[in-house]
């Protein structure tokens, strides 16, 4: 088969990128490219899917344009793995998600009428359920390789989209009250443990009621904690000062400092 000239193509085209992966995959290609497996590649389509949460923490534009086509460039190199083996084309993924957006908008593309988002997340719901058949639970299709956080709240979205929900914030906030109670309570370490994800289990649900993303919120914390940290470190060598010999009290009054300076 004649590979395309890659350098006269445009670079604006989606197609450009499908023959370049194509041309990085034939046998005079890019050894590593050739190498690579649909399994090899996991890490990879993380490793983007946490640049592109980055880029869009960070708030820039041009750095998520950058990450966003890092991770297309996973889904067209998987897409032409599969079509050496005969299994897709490139075409299906289009097709399939096409087709899929269409069907699960009937308040867009059909006559379905919806009151707001809440009533489009019910539908989407009843759509998504009945494609999976009655037999087949709604918390199969959820991938277990999620970050634990991320699918504690996506089970617990799912349920609550079937109607199994708290009533109202109060009652979600006083059994992380109970949660904490029995935590306290705790004589073993793996009885300890159980407790926790219990009460982190409650802390996701109280999160998704008030559409507050954990992943999201948890990196930000993270980012923050980071930031006044090594100002602390700043601070204690701008002062001659060795961080780990100073006394706890002494530690938090530069802590207050780096709160300060940061935010």
């Known amino acids: 088969m004649e590979l395309p000239n890659i350098e006269r193509q445009d670079p604006n085209q989606f197609s450009t990128l499908i023959d370049i992966i194509a041309r990085l995959r034939a046998p005079n290609g890019c050894p590593w490219d050739r190498k690579q497996t649909h399994r090899s590649l996991r890490e990879f389509v993380l490793e983007e899917c946490y640049e592109v949460l980055a880029a869009l923490d960070e708030g820039d534009s041009q750095k998520l344009c950058g990450e966003l086509g890092d991770l297309l460039l996973q889904i067209v190199l998987q897409a032409q793995i599969a079509r050496e083996a005969s299994e897709f084309e490139i075409a299906d993924v289009l097709t399939g998600i096409n087709t899929k957006l269409i069907r699960r908008h009937p308040h867009v593309f059909g006559g379905v009428k919806v009151k707001d988002a809440d009533d489009v997340t019910h539908n989407w719901e009843l759509i998504k359920q009945k494609e999976r058949g009655g037999e087949i639970s709604i918390l199969a ?123």
């Open 141 to 263: 299709s959820v991938s277990k390789s999620m970050p634990a956080l991320a699918y504690s709240q996506e089970i617990q979205r799912r349920v609550a989209g079937a109607g199994f929900d708290w009533k109202d914030d109060e009652g979600v906030i006083d059994k992380l009250t109970e949660e904490v109670e029995e935590f306290r309570q705790t004589k073993t370490p793996e009885h300890r443990a159980e407790e926790f994800g219990d009460i982190i289990f409650t802390l996701a649900n109280i999160a998704r009621r008030m559409d507050i993303d954990l992943e999201t919120v948890l990196r930000e914390a993270n980012s923050k904690f980071y930031r006044r940290f090594t100002t602390m470190e700043d601070l204690c060598r701008q002062r001659g000062l060795k961080f780990p010999g100073l006394s706890f009290d002494e530690q938090n009054k530069i802590w207050d400092e780096a709160k300060k300076l940061n935010g």
